[in-house]
């Protein structure tokens, strides 16, 4: 089985507890891993590199690291993921379905939000993002966005950005080319499980709130920061 013509790019800041399975989950799958370390101190950084992965080493902040990524990337389609979220069954078959297809070279794809809880909390989440996928066009970065490198370069890529730098691509791509695939990213539910379900909801809708009422980003990064 050939692997993917896909780069991964995957920004990490003490993720050494759930990048393993991330990287192993993509390892064989796709030609290309590259890891954009924004200054971890918890073994993340030699995690990757023994498992192969391209490592960069950079200033702090999804955006900045993304972009980072994304210029380093070799192939011609990119896949952008969190650190804490691996691909569930059928990721690949839905990705080379997606890639084979010449009209998708100007769109962008993203999978099934899911997190690794069996709590309802845990589904009711799911459903929320199902629902503000389908009817607002807006999924986040921990759903993976599946993009022709020639398409992002075009877009102008990730804004260096400390946070909402996944909307602020996701706007420019527009809804009519976004292509939800028929298989699940898993995300990590820890962060829920530590701050609280509906407090972390909330808060994330809060700080979308801010985004679409013109609130800069480096102002909502200090409330994301100071509401933790």
């Known amino acids: 089985m050939s692997v993917l013509p896909v780069s991964a790019i995957i920004p990490t800041l003490n993720a050494a507890a759930s990048l393993p399975a991330t990287l192993e989950a993509l ?3 796709v030609a290309e891993i590259i890891i954009a370390d924004g200054g971890s101190s918890d073994g993340t950084v030699e995690l990757a590199q023994a498992a192969g992965a391209c490592v960069l080493m950079g200033g702090r902040g999804r955006g900045p690291q993304l972009r980072a990524a994304g210029e380093a990337a070799t192939q011609p389609w990119l896949l952008a993921m969190h650190a804490d979220t691996r691909p569930g069954a059928g990721w690949r078959e839905a990705v080379e379905r997606f890639i084979a297809d010449p009209e998708n070279t100007t769109k962008a794809a993203h999978f099934r939000f899911a997190l690794d809880d069996a709590v309802p909390e845990a589904r009711r989440l799911e459903a929320m993002v199902a629902w503000r996928c389908r009817w607002l066009g807006l999924p986040y970065g921990d759903q ?4 022709a490198r020639d398409f992002y370069q075009a877009l ?3 804004e260096p950005i400390p946070l909402m730098e996944d909307v602020a691509l996701i706007r420019r791509i527009g809804r009519r080319r976004l292509v939800p695939l028929p298989a699940d990213f898993i995300t990590s539910a820890e962060k829920w499980r530590r701050d609280g379900w509906y407090a972390r909801s909330a808060r994330n809708l809060f700080c979308l709130s801010l985004w679409f009422a013109g609130v800069s980003p480096e102002r ?3 409330v994301y920061t100071r509401r933790r």
């Open 156 to 158: 102008g890529g990730y």
């Open 220 to 222: 909502i990064a200090r």
């Open 144 to 147: 993976g966005l599946l993009i």
């Open 27 to 29: 390892r064989g799958q």
